[in-house]
């Protein structure tokens, strides 16, 4: 059984940064391009940044963190990463981790595992 856990998250100010982890376990983990996701209150849940399973680890983001967040993996440890620098209030969110197996980008991603969230608040 697929297990996804996040952690990392916290209260952050404005312009400072934050590393999430997500550790990975019950599935071949190689296989699978890897996600991260965040949810603001009232708002749909969007794909923000995510990292392919191939050799070259293939990275995209959105328009809203380009830049600013870098996505990466571990596959020897099963781990999944966000550094997030330069964050602002509006980066203030639950932040998930997913999978999909095979290739995905960010603009057609569509989980098949789903971490169960890490809250990321920045104040200004």
């Known amino acids: 059984q697929a297990h996804l856990v996040e952690s990392g998250g916290g209260s952050v100010k404005s312009g400072g940064s934050l590393r999430l982890s997500c550790a990975a376990s019950g599935y071949t983990y190689k296989d699978y391009s890897m996600g991260w996701f965040r949810q603001a209150p009232g708002k749909e849940r969007e794909g923000i940044a995510v990292?392919?399973?191939?050799?070259?680890?293939?990275?995209t983001y959105s328009d809203s963190v380009k830049g600013r967040f870098t996505i990466s993996r571990d596959d020897a440890k099963n781990t999944l990463y966000l550094q997030m620098n330069s964050l602002k209030p509006e980066d203030t969110a639950m932040y998930y981790c997913?999978?999909?197996?095979?290739?995905?980008?960010?603009?057609?991603?569509?989980?098949?595992?789903w971490g169960q969230g890490t809250q990321v608040t920045v104040s200004s």
């Open positions: 997913a999978a999909e197996w095979g290739w995905c980008d960010v603009t057609n991603m569509s989980p098949e595992y």
């Open positions: 990292i392919d399973f191939t050799s070259k680890q293939i990275a």
